[in-house]
């Protein structure tokens, strides 16, 4: 990567920092009576762990050894955990007035999400003790990369749907956030699939 992309990337990540890091302040201005709450927390762990992700990234940026490298890739895959975590949460079951419960996704959603999740942790803990090599990492990171994104997508797609209108207007700014931020993985890692490389000059606007 040259010094132009290292500029640029520094400045990415680093501004996702920044926002993510005023995010966080904000949910937590809120206290903690309004905290107690599941969805409340979920989005706050997802915060902070997206927060963590982007200096992560940031230091892996300008480091450039492989310990920062599997260490942002670690908090990647716990940030989508994160995000998924929250999007079902909104999306749970909720009791209507006769008792029964109305889901608002499938269950084998829900079980995808996990299994994406263990999936990635253990990609990247067999790296780190020697299961795969960097080429078989590399290329289970792709495909990991772009599941993800595709299923990210799907919960976004599913939460706007199922919303009533008069909460459309509320989780729009929500939804279009989360569009952008998996709709540029499904293009990074497809090309990256497509052509067996990561575009460099993607990659270092990805924390925009």
Do not use: H
């Not at 501004?15 to 927390?41: C, D, E, Q």
């Not at 909104?90 to 999400?113: E, Q, R, T």
Request: charged share 15%; proline share 2%; with cysteine.
């Amino acid at each position: 990567m040259d010094s132009a992309n290292i500029s640029l990337a520094s400045w990415s990540f680093g501004s996702a920092a920044i926002g993510y890091l005023i995010f966080s302040g904000y949910l937590f201005s809120f206290g903690s009576s309004r905290r107690t709450g599941i969805r409340v927390r979920r989005i706050v762990t997802a915060a902070i762990l997206s927060l963590l992700w982007t200096t992560t990234s940031l230091w892996a940026t300008l480091d450039r050894r492989p310990f920062g490298v599997i260490t942002a890739s670690l908090l990647d895959v716990a940030r989508y955990g994160a995000w998924y975590a929250f999007l079902l949460a909104i999306l749970s079951p909720v009791a209507n007035n006769a008792g029964k419960s109305n889901s608002a996704i499938s269950p084998w959603l829900a079980k995808i999400c996990l299994l994406l999740v263990v999936g990635g942790l253990f990609i990247q803990l067999a790296l780190a003790t020697g299961w795969l090599q960097p080429d078989e990492w590399f290329r289970s990171l792709i495909t990991l990369g772009l599941s993800q994104a595709v299923i990210g997508l799907i919960l976004v797609e599913q939460l706007f749907r199922t919303v009533s209108e008069d909460s459309r207007w509320n989780v729009k700014p929500l939804c279009l956030a989360l569009l952008f931020q998996f709709g540029f993985d499904i293009y990074l890692f497809s090309d990256a699939m497509m052509f067996n490389r990561i575009d460099s000059d993607a990659l270092t606007v990805r924390g925009f």
